[in-house]
């Protein structure tokens, strides 16, 4: 009888484990999914600067060619 109640012990223990787990995992899998967003969205910011950065040295340079001539 003693080693039943042990057993059932353990198996809660484990199945306690294997929640913890599993939360564990799916927190990891939370992170994982936002840290792609927002490398995703930090990629769009760096293409979005570049476009404008670029359209800016354009409109300097148009800027200038009416300044001079």
Do not use: P
Request: net charge negative; charged share 30%.
């Amino acid at each position: 009888m003693d080693a039943l109640v042990r057993f059932s012990k353990l198996e809660t223990a484990n199945a306690d484990l294997a929640r913890s787990l599993a939360a564990a995992q799916k927190n990891s899998e939370i992170e994982l999914v936002a840290s792609k967003g927002v490398e995703f969205e930090l990629k769009m910011l760096e293409a979005e600067y570049s476009f404008v950065t670029n359209r800016v040295e354009r409109l300097q340079e148009k800027v200038a060619y009416f300044i001079f001539y």
